[in-house]
Nanobody, 127 residues
Framework: EVQLVESGGGLVQAGGSLRLSCAAP????????ITWFRQVPGKDPEGVSC??????GAHYSDSSKGRFTVSRDKNTVDLQMNSLKPEDTAVYHC??????????????????????WGQGTQVTVSS
């Protein structure tokens, strides 16, 4: 079974950068559209970036556009986060979907039906 593993989170000052990675040890991610979500306690997950399996096209939420960049190779999907703000503090999860396209994935607020969901990595941005 595919297990998604996120890495790269940590504590950073406002204005700093972090690079997150999503991998599935033993599996390729080529067959999946990958979406990065973030979630804070008591709130629904928020899709921040998505990269399509079909054409590698990248999609961003309004909150991440211009600051985050998603990229992929055969085995990993990375999220480069620049100009971080305290409001970016959250647990960041990656999700893999074989059928749902990026524009819809960014609107997902219930994750139970997704093909695969990672355990997440904490990002904390101090002011």
């Amino acid at each position: 079974e595919v297990q998604l593993v996120e890495s790269g989170g940590g504590l950073v000052q406002a204005g700093g950068s972090l690079r997150l990675s999503c991998a599935a040890p033993g599996f390729t991610l080529e067959d999946f559209t990958i979406t990065w979500f973030r979630q804070v306690p008591g709130k629904d997950p928020e899709g921040v970036s998505c990269i399509s399996k079909r054409d590698g096209g990248a999609h961003y939420s309004d909150s991440s556009k211009g600051r985050f960049t998603v990229s992929r190779d055969k085995n990993t999907v990375d999220l480069q986060m620049n100009s971080l703000k305290p409001e970016d503090t959250a647990v960041y999860h990656c999700a893999a979907e074989s059928e749902v396209r990026c524009p819809l994935m960014l609107k997902v607020t219930r994750t139970a039906g997704l093909d695969y969901w990672g355990q997440g990595t904490q990002v904390t941005v101090s002011s």
